[in-house]
């Protein structure tokens, strides 16, 4: 087995063990928010999300972060970015200050965030003219984010979202014994390919990124979409917002593409050049989404959330998808209609 592949993965705790509906009010009333006990959880692993009423008869999104997940100054430099968007009348969700005045709370052993509710529903992406209009959004966001990059935050690299993800699970106690020689025999080649591609990428030209931009993270209501979920911000390359639009059989993807296009370059030149990466980034999201998933097994929300996982089925279309995707990764690159 390739040496790149030797890692020894440390051991999980729960996080948001005394995290109990009496200690979220307590949370909150600490910081100055004036609560009339109503809570409701919200569908959330990496933190813990709820929708909390107050006093005024108003609701508010309380956001716990998961400890020891990101630093203070990460934080507030997420906080920092999505302000300065909220300043250029995008329609970006950013944190409230609380009574006491601050946007990053601290209670007991909890940080949190409170946010507006934001009302309106997932986007469907069979409208061009839906798709048009996100293409302008994400553009009018880098122009923002590439006027420079995050100090405290990463950087999207293939070290830590790829290499990363096959060392943990091929050292973790996931993946069945029977199964490790195909995974290796199919990370291998994916690991290559996908170290050659990334190398492509100029570090000097990344930018501020939302970083997990799929529709799940917007919400669509009669004024348009409302960008939400910044967690995963981090410095690369513009189609890191981008590609999740692009999905399906290739007539679909070459659809979509146009479509994002042609709203994105009302505002900013769309990056075409990084079309090659598409199958690459996507490949490097299903790795570490996987090892996310194992790293997190320890919680007991995910193993009521996601029964499927570390079953042997599992790691079998694991590996399938790996492979389907170093063949979509040898295949000819998408490119806008009507490009040379």
């Known amino acids: ?25 307590t949370c909150l009333e600490a910081c100055g928010w004036e ?39 990460q934080i507030l430099e997420e ?22 005045g601050k946007t990053l709370c601290e209670h007991g052993n909890f ?42 935050r990463i950087d999207l690299t293939f070290d830590q979202h790829a290499l990363g993800s096959a060392r943990f699970i091929i050292t973790g106690p996931f993946l069945p014994d029977e199964l490790q020689e195909a995974y290796a025999a199919i990370a291998e080649p994916v690991l290559t390919m996908l170290d050659q591609r990334m ?30 979920d910044f967690d995963d911000a981090c410095n690369g390359p513009e189609i890191q917002d981008l590609w999740m639009f692009l999905s ?17 370059e009302m505002f900013r030149p769309f990056p075409s050049s990084q079309l ?15 090892a996310w998933l194992a790293r997190r097994w320890s919680d007991p929300a995910f193993p009521r959330a996601f029964p499927w996982f570390n079953t042997a089925r599992f790691w079998q279309d694991h590996i399938l998808s790996l492979k389907e995707q170093l063949a979509l990764m040898h295949e000819p690159v998408l490119a806008l209609s009507g490009a040379a």
């Open 248 to 264: 399906g059989e290739r007539t679909e993807m070459q659809t979509n593409l146009d479509a994002l296009a042609t709203g994105y």
């Open 276 to 290: 090659t990466l598409v199958e690459c980034l996507r490949t490097m999201r299903i790795m570490h989404h996987t």
């Open 111 to 152: 940080r949190f965030s409170v946010y507006r509710k934001a009302s309106g529903h997932a986007p469907g992406l069979d409208d061009p003219a839906r798709l048009e209009q996100i293409g302008r959004l994400l553009a009018r966001i880098h122009n923002c984010g590439f006027t420079r990059c995050f100090e405290e």
């Open 79 to 100: 906080f920092e970015f999505t302000d300065e968007l909220v300043a250029l009348d995008l329609p970006v969700l950013t944190p409230l200050p609380s009574p006491s």
């Open 1 to 25: 087995m390739n040496k790149l592949l030797t890692m020894t993965p440390t051991a999980k705790k729960s996080a948001f063990s005394g995290l109990l509906p009496d200690e979220i009010i």
């Open 35 to 73: 609560c009339n006990g109503e809570i409701q959880a919200m569908a959330s692993y990496e933190n813990r999300v709820y929708q909390i009423g107050l006093n005024d008869g108003s609701n508010v999104v309380a956001k716990f972060y998961r400890p020891d997940r990101w630093t203070d100054e």
């Open 199 to 228: 190398q492509l990428t100029d570090p000097s030209r990344f930018g501020r990124l939302h970083g997990d931009m799929h529709v799940g993270n917007l919400l669509w209501n009669q004024a348009g979409p409302v960008l939400l």
